[in-house]
């Protein structure tokens, strides 16, 4: 089955602490992923993608295709970094998400 | 420019009503996706159109759902005999490629 697992419900840091939010997906073929945020009271929107190789407000997330992992990481984290993080695959057309990890940055 | 839109934000019925979401695409993007999130979940593919062909329904969870797009823009999907298990926040998403997908702001539909 086609499964992007992210195992951490809520993860907690303080302002200025390294952060990595983690993803694992299930191997199969070249595997296209990507991150989307979600802000309190926004709308679900692309943070990065791993084909760009981008650093998008700090963030960077690097393909790991031996563990296949495509964990998000950001060295200092910031309050405003406070949100829903979700991994996702592409397959096709088609999209599998993960379920997900909350953010909190405390002050 | 505008974004996606969704109407309704949120809808209430009742179970056995049929039920219809409306999602205004961002104009020019061909492809169009509709999603749906349960609580603590996160976005689960329904249904992808190109154009106005559905190119991938392999994500409708039964005959209940169908969803249209007669003129390549905005996109119906309905529900029939809604059942209490279909509540959720249904999201449509448009893109001009794959690689970037710009997501309505959902409708919340609660099936009493």
């Known amino acids: 089955a086609q499964r992007v697992t992210q195992p951490e419900k809520l993860l907690s840091v303080f302002k200025g602490a390294p952060v990595e939010l983690k993803c694992n997906y299930s191997?199969?073929?070249?595997?296209?992923l990507f991150w989307y945020v979600q802000y309190s009271r926004q709308r679900l929107q692309l943070l990065l993608r791993?084909?760009s190789r981008e650093s998008i407000k700090g963030f960077t997330a690097d393909l790991n295709k031996g563990e296949t992992s495509f964990h998000l990481k950001k060295p200092f984290a910031q309050e405003e970094d406070s949100a829903m993080y979700y991994c996702?695959?592409?397959?096709?057309?088609?999209?599998?998400f993960g379920p997900g990890t909350r953010l909190s940055v405390l002050p | 420019g505008a974004g996606v839109s969704q109407t309704p934000s949120n809808k209430v019925t009742e179970k056995g009503k049929y039920v219809e979401l409306r999602c205004d695409p961002i104009?020019?993007?061909?492809?169009l996706y509709w999603y749906r999130q349960s609580l603590g979940q996160g976005p689960e593919f329904l249904i992808y159109?190109?154009?106005?062909?559905?190119?991938?329904d392999s994500g409708l969870p039964n005959d209940r759902f169908f969803a249209v797009r007669p003129e390549g823009s905005v996109s119906t999907l309905k529900i029939q005999r809604t059942e209490r298990g279909d509540s959720a926040v249904y999201l449509c998403?448009?893109?001009?490629?794959?690689?970037?997908?710009?997501f309505g702001p959902g409708t919340r539909l609660t099936v009493l």
């Open positions: 998403a448009s893109s001009l490629s794959a690689n970037e997908q710009f």
């Open positions: 191997y199969s073929g070249s595997p296209e």
């Open positions: 791993h084909i």
């Open positions: 996702a695959r592409r397959y096709g057309q088609n999209f599998v």
């Open positions: 104009s020019g993007h061909t492809a």
């Open positions: 159109f190109q154009g106005t062909g559905a190119a991938d």
